[in-house]
């Protein structure tokens, strides 16, 4: 090694030199990356559920406790919202979760749509687990948000501080109405699900009319107004295990207690759960099997 070699080797570079002697780019210069850069993009796609999927409860539940509880005098004055307003209220709620997880995660803010995409669509069976759980404890934490906002307003409904009974549970969690038999509400949760989960595979879909970038929200907006407004009444419209259960959880530990599971012979798990679960398969199967020609269709290859 010659002298003018070594000298080079040994002197420390500039921080904006590069090993070969050039100088780094404007952008090369400011994207370093820090130690918490590397642990976010591990946990970036499961955050993106959890964020999109409490951005759905907070929108869907407030829109819920609004309107109820702004029914009674001691709340408000005149009432704050109707059918019309849950159904919007829901619509946005979707849009705005899909929209904040859409480019990172996929946007799937429902477990029964990341099984559905795992079956149908390739999604990688690893990332299941993590999207699941993401989206589960994002309806939780959604759900301990509008709590905590309409504390107050469940006391004034319910007649004393910290009462809770089964008229307000309904607004967080599903429950079926009272002329509702077992076997059409599970038909009901079935049956919506299944229409959102063959929408959603429309719109993502290359050989039908797929939705323009950045569109695909607004889409689901409409969709989940229409599943709303036209299948909504009997059961509460589920549609999403998570968007469920999450809330159910947080009911069941702030005062509600077992009367949220013990309802008709635990209704929890069998409609607003294994319900959506199914309709999701039904709806990816009937789609595939009819509609979808891409090349990694199940039906379409030997």
């Not at 100088?23 to 976010?40: H, I, M, Q």
């Not at 905590?148 to 469940?154: C, G, S, V």
């Not at 009911?251 to 929890?268: E, I």
Request: net charge positive; aromatic share 14%.
């Amino acid at each position: 090694m010659s002298r003018s070699e070594s000298n080079t080797s040994t002197v420390s570079r500039a921080p904006n030199v590069k090993t070969d002697g050039s100088f780094l780019t404007s952008r090369e210069n400011t994207t370093r990356k820090n130690w918490w850069s590397s642990y976010r993009q591990m946990l970036r796609e499961p955050a993106a559920e959890f964020a999109g999927t409490m951005l759905l409860t907070i929108f869907g539940l407030g829109v819920n406790c609004q309107t109820v509880l702004s029914s009674n005098a001691g709340v408000s004055s005149s009432p704050k919202g109707d059918w019309s307003s849950v159904t919007l209220g829901w619509g946005a709620a979707i849009a705005l979760g899909v929209w904040v997880s859409g480019g990172i995660s996929g946007g799937h803010i429902n477990p029964a749509v990341t099984l559905a995409m795992a079956a149908w669509r390739k999604f990688p069976w690893k990332k299941v687990p993590a999207y699941i759980f993401a989206q589960l404890m994002g309806a939780l934490v959604g759900a301990a948000i509008v709590y905590a906002n309409y504390f107050h307003a469940l006391d004034v409904f319910e007649g004393g501080r910290g009462i809770r009974t089964l008229k307000t549970a309904g607004l967080f969690s599903t429950f079926a109405a009272d002329y509702v038999t077992n076997v059409s509400a599970f038909f009901s949760e079935f049956l919506a699900t299944s229409i959102l989960v063959f929408v959603i595979l429309a719109l993502t879909d290359r050989g039908n009319v797929p939705t323009p970038a950045g569109l695909l929200p607004l889409a689901l907006f409409i969709t989940f107004i229409g599943i709303a407004a036209g299948l909504g009444m009997d059961t509460g419209f589920a549609v999403n295990p998570a968007r469920d259960l999450g809330p159910r959880l947080l009911t069941s530990m702030v005062g509600w207690g077992k009367a949220v599971y013990t309802f008709r012979h635990q209704y929890w798990i069998w409609c607003p759960i294994i319900a959506p679960f199914l309709g999701a398969q039904f709806g990816a199967l009937f789609y595939d099997a009819f509609l979808y020609n891409e090349d990694d269709g199940f039906f379409n290859t030997s």
